[in-house]
């Protein structure tokens, strides 16, 4: 279960001596990969959370854990505290991992005086955290989009040639307002009816709402870094499962081939950005015609990174060497058919599939309940990973065990 190394490095990369790096949302699988992997190249990693102990706080790699204020309701508390620690450990490179952390951090880099923040200015980061300018743009630069209509306002009317079911997108994932961060999620609805009994329920700071024709097909994703509009690292995935299982994070994915189509459409839409940092473009392959249909985009690092990592593809010191002038020239090939099992969602997902039926979009077809639980006992196999359990760090699974049974109890 343990991780391969990330395969050679070049002389450049070697040569870049160790150095202190701020990971925030400890909390989350994603900073827990961000920390397993440049602690393994021997950095030192500072890992931040708004509650401790954290997930990546608790693997071997995590030389200190911090507390900050949660951004969610104390903005410029949270901004302090990463300054301080920044300053306090002499902090050569801060990797802001979630939204709000990301806005945050390059909003306010000018704070971080001695530190790098190696992603894209603050207006790309959110232009491109923003579904209907990505959309735009996708449309612009010819990547495949499904339908979609903007409800500008609480109250516009409705298109009159919705095919239903619709999908209902904010605009967002995280809006500010005045009261803190708000939660935006993604939601369904079978008829008119339905439709606006959701629209009703949102908050009006998640205006504008996109309406999405739903795309049913396998979950597709093109993973990236990006040095000033160059790309030095592409990587593809497949979801074989989802957390829910009718469309949401992967539990179980696999490393695919860079499939043409695929990296057309997603670094098209990248170099139209004019992007720089990692990001990780979603799409759903049509079941109509196997077009590859954007979804959105990450503009931060991803829940299925540890995929990337042990397939051959080192997305964190990647994005750390290019900050010093030592990325690749080229992007790394890596090994196909890896897989990567996150345990805990993958249970919830089965759980959801066996009992949470009410829940589940009337047009998913998720097969046999029976078949659901033999494919969840195939329990090992060939080239498969887990994030949790990893013998050579077992904290990380302790504390995520002991997270879930709370949470069930």
């Given at each position: ?35 397993r992997?440049?602690?393994r190249r ?8 708004r ?13 200190v ?5 949660d951004?969610v ?48 200015d ?31 306002s609480?109250g ?14 904010p ?14 999620t993604?939601?369904y ?5 339905a ?24 979950g ?27 469309g949401?994070v ?30 990780m ?15 959105e ?14 397939a ?6 990647i994005?750390v ?11 790394p ?13 993958d ?26 639980i ?6 090992w196999?060939r ?9 050579d760090d077992?904290g990380p ?12 109890a």
């Open positions: 279960m343990n991780a391969p190394s990330s395969g050679p490095a070049s002389a450049a990369a070697l040569a870049l001596s160790a150095k202190t790096i701020l990971v925030t949302d400890g909390g989350s699988r994603a900073a827990l990969a961000v920390t992997a440049l602690g021997g950095h030192r990693v500072i890992v931040g959370e509650r401790r102990p954290s997930l990546a706080q608790a693997s071997r790699h995590c030389a854990a911090f507390q900050y204020p951004p309701h104390d903005e410029g508390g949270c901004l302090d505290a990463l300054v301080a620690a920044a300053e306090a450990h002499d902090v050569d490179v801060v990797l802001p991992v979630a939204d709000i952390s990301a806005t945050l951090v390059t909003e306010h880099r000018d704070r971080f005086t001695r530190a790098i923040v190696p992603y894209a603050a207006g790309l980061v959110s232009r491109a955290s923003d579904k209907w300018h990505v959309l735009e743009t996708a449309r612009r630069c010819g990547t495949p989009v499904p339908e979609s209509w903007c409800l500008q609480p516009a009317p409705l298109p009159a040639d919705l095919p239903y079911p619709v999908v209902i997108k605009h967002r994932s995280r809006v500010r307002t005045p009261e803190g961060w708000l939660l935006c993604v939601g609805a079978e008829d008119p009816a439709l606006r009994r959701e629209l009703a329920q949102r908050h009006p700071a998640q205006y504008p709402v996109i309406l999405q024709e739903r795309i049913s097909g396998p597709a994703g093109l993973f990236a870094c990006y040095e000033h509009g160059r790309a030095t690292a592409l990587f593809c995935h497949r979801r074989l499962r989802e957390k829910p299982p009718w949401g992967s539990v179980l994915s696999e490393s695919a081939p860079l499939e043409p189509d695929l990296v057309e459409a997603g670094t098209r839409l990248l170099d139209a950005l004019g992007w720089h940092g990692v990001a473009v979603e799409f759903k392959r049509d079941s109509r015609d196997g077009t590859p249909r954007l979804m985009i990450n503009a931060r690092f991803w829940g299925s990174l540890q995929l990337a990592v042990d051959g593809v080192d997305f964190p010191n994005l060497d290019g900050a010093f002038g030592c990325g690749p020239a080229v992007p090939a890596y090994k196909v058919g890896v897989r990567n099992r996150w345990l805990m969602g249970i919830d997902a089965l759980l959801l599939r066996l009992v949470g039926g009410r829940r589940q979009p009337s047009s998913w077809d998720g097969g046999s309940r029976l078949g659901a033999l494919s969840f006992l195939k329990l196999g080239d498969l990973h887990y994030e949790n359990p990893r013998v077992l699974w302790w504390h995520e065990t002991r997270q879930w049974f709370r949470r069930s």
